[in-house]
């Protein structure tokens, strides 16, 4: 068990912006991790290795790992390179940035633990003890540095309560004590599913080629960025970029349920199923009419008024267009607990991310407005 083998790490480490490599060094140099944050939101490894690389001149990012707001690790850099992240300490040290400014979420809390433990149980690391876990401004040097933006005593002290210090033996995960294995299979399963049927769907509707494991790889996450460029779902930079979570898994759905009608433009008020085809440049004779309403599962099709009129709707999608297919909203049912009811993720961050990258609910910060329109989009 290692770092390797954490199940929410992504390997990163070729997407990065390069000038150079950085010197190499042997494990058995490293004896301390150094813990940073990004000074900034919204932002992921391949950012920071831009303003490395460009804005300082460093060979890439400087960081060993990035930890995500939404808990994703990033590897970012190989641990056997000297980084640039603690001016003349840098030879033995491992850098962790978490992204933010002084505050950070439970999820990034729960995966830097997660690191930590896991970089302290490789073969080859396990020199490391946790009071070599240090922040930024713990170095010399660099004590008048806002970096880390967390008090590292309390740090320590959490990861010393996890593992009952910093005694031999394999640490223990989770308020239960429990084996990495248990624990994080526990943790992680909702997510390996959805990652899963993420790979499956993008297999199928964007012709993805991915193994259909459930591990979010570097081609399950570059298929998903392109999903979400394409789709507008997220934008580089963003908590969810190329993370297949609710949002991408909802429209990867209505994608694989869709038989195409949907993407034809609405009909004109008043506009009859041959005009209609004429304009959109589809043959309106009524062998292809009757061909078309068939395999839509209009019996019978003889070209009757009502017959006709259903094609319409069928082939422009007008009948079903921007519905959604979960179910309706109890009476006074509030977002919460309708997400919890139909099985969706009702977290703050999950709405936001909803409201903001599927529905165009800009700002939102959870008012009771906002919510009952993210409810009506959601129900339909
Ligand atoms: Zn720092």
Redesign the pocket.
């Known amino acids: 068990m290692g770092y390797r083998d954490l199940p929410q790490l992504v390997d990163v480490r070729g997407n990065m912006i390069r000038n150079g490599a950085y010197s190499k060094r042997s494990w058995s140099q490293i004896t301390d991790i150094?813990r940073?944050?990004s000074v900034s939101t919204g932002n992921d490894g391949r950012d920071i290795s831009g303003w490395h690389a460009n804005d300082n001149g460093w060979p890439s990012i400087g960081y060993h790992f990035v930890i995500l707001e939404d808990g994703t690790i990033e590897w970012t850099n190989s641990v056997n390179r000297i980084g640039y992240?603690?001016g003349n300490n840098n030879t033995p040290l491992i850098g962790v940035?978490s992204i933010g400014n002084g505050s950070f979420t439970q999820a990034q809390e729960d995966s830097w633990e997660d690191l930590v433990k896991a970089i302290r149980e490789t073969d080859g690391l396990d020199q490391i003890s946790i009071s070599d876990v240090k922040g930024?401004n713990e170095y010399p040097g660099h004590a008048t540095?806002g970096?880390?933006g967390i008090n590292m005593d309390t740090v320590r002290s959490r990861l010393r309560g996890g593992s009952g210090g910093s005694s031999s033996g394999p640490p223990k995960y989770g308020p239960n004590n429990e084996s990495f294995a248990s624990y994080h299979d526990d943790k992680w399963m909702v997510k390996k599913d959805s990652y899963l049927e993420s790979q499956q769907l993008l297999n199928r509707v964007e012709d993805a080629g991915l193994d259909e494991d459930g591990i979010l790889g570097q081609n399950t996450l570059n298929a998903t960025r392109d999903f979400h460029d394409k789709y507008n779902i997220s934008k580089r930079g963003a908590n969810f970029y190329g993370v297949p979570g609710p949002a991408t898994l909802k429209k990867l759905r209505e994608l694989d349920n869709d038989d195409g009608s949907g993407d034809n433009p609405a009909p004109k008020s008043g506009e009859g199923i041959v005009d209609y085809l004429n304009r959109i440049g589809v043959d309106s004779s009524y062998n292809n009419r009757k061909s078309m309403a068939e395999s839509h599962g209009i019996t019978n099709y003889s070209g009757t008024a009502s017959q006709n009129t259903k094609l319409l709707e069928l082939v422009s999608g007008s009948g079903t267009r921007g519905k959604s297919s979960n179910p309706p909203a109890n009476s006074g049912e509030g977002i919460v607990d309708y997400m919890n009811r139909i099985g969706m993720d009702s977290s703050y961050d999950n709405r936001k991310d909803l409201a903001e990258n599927t529905y165009g609910i800009s700002n939102y910060t959870g008012t009771a407005s906002q919510n009952n329109d993210l409810l009506n989009e959601l129900s339909g």
Request: glycine share 0%.
């Open positions: 150094a940073h944050h992240h603690v940035c930024h540095n970096c880390p």
